[in-house]
């Protein structure tokens, strides 16, 4: 099975030559690898045309943000499966697409998932998002997915879609929600940290990306009807067992 990975990246020469080499570094997995660039000018599209050889794609342009990016990636994607990988994360270790592969096969399901932890940048572990079993009245608890850890089939966003770039900073979560409860995929958990994630993401960086982040956050649940006000607080109040619970 052929696993598509997208990473989008604009001005982050710093971790973006990880991130390639995480992904190029994949033991047992036929893996295709669209970068999509939003026309960086920091140096970073210099370490990409140094992989440019052993990336399926690569675009450079501008661009109308993260999800748009995405995008982007989503219509040049071939691949059986797809998954995203940021430009400040990397996979847990050189099996884990085979892995994923495997247990996509295994199970017959339309999407596959499991855990990330999120590091410092010194690569200290901070939080541990272990995901758990899906059952699609815990959206209503505010749970979702690690979206980096979170593997759906190519013909899934075929059926509903891609990004819905009207949220900036919450399309993943909008998307999981579309995909898992108003559409009810079927999804399989692979109990195993798949992803780490540098802190300091879009969504996190600062207290007014926080607050927006919740508004849209709020859009989205009253969008698919997952509930109200409670469910988003329970969706925040959730993030603090992240930071105890270990592998």
Known sequence: MKI???????????TIENSLLSVLGQEGAEVEHIVIDGASTDGTLDILNKYRDRLAALVSGKDG???????????????EAVGIMHSDDIYAGPEVLRKVSAFLEEKKTDAVYGDLVYTKKNGGLLRYWKAGEYDAARLRNGWMPPHPAFFARRSVYEKYGPFNTEFRI???YELMTRFL????????????????????????????????KSGEDYRIIKLHGLGGLGTLFLKNAGKLHQFFVSG
């Open 65 to 79: 943000g993260i999800y748009h990016a995405l995008n982007k990636g989503l219509a040049l994607a071939t691949g």
């Open 4 to 14: 598509s990975v997208i990473t989008a990246v604009y001005n982050n020469r710093e």
């Open 181 to 212: 409860f108003k559409y009810g995929i079927t999804a399989a958990y692979l109990p195993e940290v798949l992803v780490k994630m540098r802190v300091g993401g879009k969504s996190n960086r600062n207290l007014a990306n926080i607050i927006a």
């Open 170 to 172: 919450a399309a993943d």
